[in-house]
C-alpha cells in the first residue's frame, strides 16, 4: 500500500510542504490537518491590506487551496496528540490519523498579557477570524486605538489605522522599537518614523491594567496614567502551538527541536513558526517567523520526507523579510540585534531611506534596508559569503 | 518560455532579482522591469523559483 503523509498546519509552510511532496513523487494520500476553518491563506496582508480594507478576504487564498493536489482535508480541527510508536496523529474530535511521514507546522498563536480581561474591543492580530474583529472595530471610527507593543505587528497596525485616519498611542515597554530585533540605533529610527506619522508614542511604558466593565474604555500605564481607548491591540509576539506535541518524545524549547535537515524524529520534520533548527551558517539555533522562511522551510521539510537520510539536504538559507510600515518598506537579510554592530552603509537615516549592516565578529551577519529592496538583495550576497565588514563596505560603496 | 508580472500585486520587495538577476531588475526608482520577457528554457528553474518565492505571487510563467 502506498505510504500516507500527514501535514498538521494548512499554513504557508504547510501548504508548501503538501504541494513539494505532491510534487517530487508522493503520490499516495495526503492529509492536512488545521484548527482554522477558514485556512490556507496568507497572513502578511491581515496586518496590512485586508486590516486596511483595500483587499477582500479572496485575495489572500494560498495558492495551495485552489490547486488540484488530491489533499484529503480536515479543516477545522486541532491536532491534540502524537504518538511516535503507532505513527498516528490525534485529532481533538477524536479522530486519528495513521502517517507514515509528517511535517509539523502547527505555527504560533498571539500572546497575550498576563491577567488580560476578556472586554469587547481588546484584540490580538494572528488570524483572519482577529484581523476581520478588529477590521470591524475600526470601520465604527473609533476615537482613538491603543497599541499593546511596537514589534512589527504592532507597528504595522499603527501605520495601518494611520492610513485610515485614527488616532493611534502606540505603547513599548522597552527604550525604542523592535530593540531586541535591530537594536536602539534601528529602534530610534523606526521611533522617528511612527512619530512622524502622528502617532502618540510612548517608550518605556508598560501595561498596568486595562478600565472598562464590558468594552475596554482605556489602558491603564505603570508610569500611573491611563491612555483612554476605544479599541486596544495587543502586539507582544508569539507562542509556538507545541502543546499538542507535550509528551510525544519530541525535544520542545520554544518551539520543536529537530536537527540541520529539519528531522524531528524519524519520518517527522518541521516547518515554519514553530520549526528550531541549528544554522551553521550562524552557528545558533533559529527560530524564525516570517513568510520566506515559511515558504522555503516548509519545501524543505516536505522533500525531507521524501530523501534518504544520506541525500537529505542540509537547511541552512539567509533568512530574509519585509515590513511595511506608513510609505516605508523595511527589510532586512540575515541576522541582527541589540549585541550587533551596526553601521549605515548607504543613503541616510534622516530621509528613511538607507542601507545598515549588521555584524559580529568582523563579520557581516545581516543587511537592513528601508526602501532600498534593489541594495539589500545586492548586499545579502556578503551575508551567504561570510564577507568581512570591510568587505561589506568597500561593496556597499561600489553599489551604492 | 514567457515571464509575465502583475504589476499591480508587484510591491518591488526584490525577491525574484536575488533569485535571476539576468530577468529580474529593482531599479533605483523602486520598480521592477523585466530584462527579458522571453528567457531561455535554461533559466526555468531559477524562475519557478521566483514564482515561488514571491511575497505577492505576482510572476507567472505562460509557455
Known amino acids: 500500500m502506498a505510504s500516507t503523509m500527514v501535514v498538521a498546519g494548512a499554513s504557508l509552510a ?12 508522493h503520490d499516495g494520500p495526503l492529509v492536512v490537518v488545521d484548527a482554522d476553518p477558514r485556512t ?24 495551495g487551496a485552489s490547486e488540484d493536489l488530491d489533499i484529503d482535508w480536515r479543516l477545522g480541527q486541532r491536532c ?6 503507532r505513527r498516528r496523529v490525534d485529532l481533538a474530535g477524536g479522530e486519528n490519523v495513521p502517517f507514515d511521514g509528517l511535517v509539523i507546522a502547527t505555527g504560533a498563536s498571539a500572546r497575550t498579557l498576563p491577567d488580560q480581561p476578556d472586554l469587547a474591543g481588546i484584540h490580538v492580530l494572528r488570524t483572519l477570524d482577529d484581523c476581520l474583529a478588529l477590521r470591524a472595530d475600526l470601520e465604527r471610527q473609533p476615537d482613538r486605538v491603543v497599541i499593546v507593543g511596537a514589534g512589527f505587528i504592532g507597528s504595522e497596525v499603527a501605520a495601518t489605522c494611520r492610513g485610515r485616519g485614527l488616532d493611534v498611542t502606540l505603547l513599548e515597554a522597552a527604550p525604542v522599537p523592535l530593540e531586541r530585533a535591530l537594536g536602539v540605533e534601528m529602534g530610534t529610527v523606526c521611533a522617528a518614523l511612527h512619530r512622524r506619522h502622528g502617532v502618540d508614542l510612548r517608550l518605556g511604558t508598560a501595561v498596568a491594567g486595562f478600565a472598562g466593565t464590558d468594552r475596554v474604555e482605556g489602558v491603564h500605564l505603570t508610569d500611573g496614567s491611563t491612555v483612554e481607548a476605544d479599541v486596544a491591540v495587543v502586539g507582544v509576539g508569539v507562542v509556538p502551538n507545541t502543546g499538542w506535541l507535550e509528551g510525544s518524545g519530541l525535544t520542545l524549547r520554544d518551539g520543536v527541536v529537530c536537527d540541520e535537515t529539519l528531522l524531528a524524529a524519524p519520518g517527522v520534520t518541521v516547518a515554519g513558526d514553530i520549526a528550531r533548527w541549528p544554522s551553521r551558517r550562524f552557528g545558533e539555533a533559529l527560530r524564525v517567523e516570517h513568510w520566506e522562511n515559511a515558504v522555503q522551510q516548509g519545501e524543505a521539510a516536505g522533500r525531507r520526507l521524501l530523501v534518504d537520510d544520506r541525500d537529505a539536504d542540509v537547511f541552512d538559507p539567509v533568512p530574509w523579510f519585509w515590513s511595511d510600515q506608513y510609505d516605508r518598506k523595511v527589510q532586512l537579510a540575515g541576522r541582527s540585534g541589540a549585541d550587533h554592530e551596526v553601521e549605515v552603509v548607504i543613503g541616510s537615516t534622516d530621509e528613511w531611506r538607507f542601507v545598515a549592516l549588521y555584524g559580529r565578529d568582523a ?34 560603496r561600489e553599489i551604492a | 518560455m514567457r515571464v509575465v508580472v502583475d504589476f499591480d500585486l508587484c510591491e518591488s520587495n526584490a525577491v525574484c532579482m536575488g533569485i535571476a538577476p539576468e530577468v529580474f531588475e529593482v531599479r533605483d526608482d523602486d520598480f521592477l522591469y523585466i530584462l527579458q520577457e522571453e528567457p531561455p528554457e535554461e533559466l526555468r ?19
Open chain 2, 45 to 63: 528553474p531559477k524562475l519557478e523559483e521566483a514564482v515561488q518565492r514571491c511575497p505577492k505571487q505576482a510572476i507567472r510563467i505562460d509557455g
Open chain 1, 40 to 63: 490556507p491563506y496568507d497572513r502578511p496582508p491581515l496586518s496590512k491590506q485586508v486590516l486596511a480594507g483595500e483587499w477582500d478576504v479572496d485575495r489572500i487564498r494560498l495558492p
Open chain 1, 363 to 396: 563579520r557581516v551577519r545581516g543587511v537592513l534596508g528601508f526602501n532600498r529592496p534593489r541594495h539589500v538583495m545586492q548586499l545579502r550576497q556578503l551575508v551567504v559569503d561570510g564577507s568581512s565588514w570591510d568587505e561589506g563596505r568597500e561593496r556597499a
Open chain 1, 80 to 85: 491534540h496528540g502524537l504518538d511516535l510508536d
Open chain 1, 14 to 25: 504547510g501548504m508548501h510542504a503538501a504541494h513539494t511532496l505532491r510534487n517530487e513523487g
